[in-house]
């Protein structure tokens, strides 16, 4: 048994090495993207355990859009669902960040989900991007839209 130990290690090694040398270069963010589902809440939660493994940086952006005809209205409602995005993270904050030695910070962005990823990377380095299984982009091809223009690995949690 520990002749296949050793050239198990042996064979791993080089990989080892390239994985850890890929993670040392790595730009030192996360970002997750929430919408408040709980397929959402199942991503945030992987992304504070790899945040706290690999001691990096997570971002948490919650998007959303403002459709209303008056200009009142789209005031009234942006307050309301950043309000309403601030109530909710700061219940998840208690549950899932606080207590668990991890820098991070938490945006609102009004738009679609893959634009608001898209210019984020532009003006951040991220390390790679986490999202929900179910989380909203809009539709499958705003999905693939996303899919196809970011330049960073893509994790998807069930």
């Not at 997570?58 to 009142?72: A, D, F, G, I, M």
């Not at 991070?104 to 532009?122: N, S």
Request: charged share 30%; with cysteine.
């Amino acid at each position: 048994m520990r002749l296949i130990k050793v050239r198990l290690n042996r064979i791993l090694s080089p990989y080892v090495r390239i994985v850890n040398k890929a993670m040392m270069e790595m730009p030192k963010t996360i970002l997750c993207t929430i919408d408040f589902s709980d397929s959402s809440k199942h991503a945030l939660q992987w992304s504070v355990v790899i945040s706290q493994k690999l001691k990096i940086h997570l971002t948490v952006l919650y998007t959303y859009r403002l459709v209303s005809s008056q200009k009142e209205e789209v005031l009234q409602m942006r307050k309301k669902l950043e309000d309403d995005a601030t109530k909710n993270f700061l219940s998840w904050e208690k549950e899932f960040l606080i207590g668990k030695e991890i820098s991070y910070d938490f945006k609102t962005e009004v738009g679609f989900v893959a634009d608001r990823i898209e210019e984020y990377a532009k003006k951040n380095p991220i390390g790679f991007l986490v999202m929900g299984r179910n989380s909203s982009t809009g539709s499958k091809e705003s999905f693939d839209e996303l899919v196809g223009h970011i330049d960073m690995p893509l994790v998807i949690v069930p």
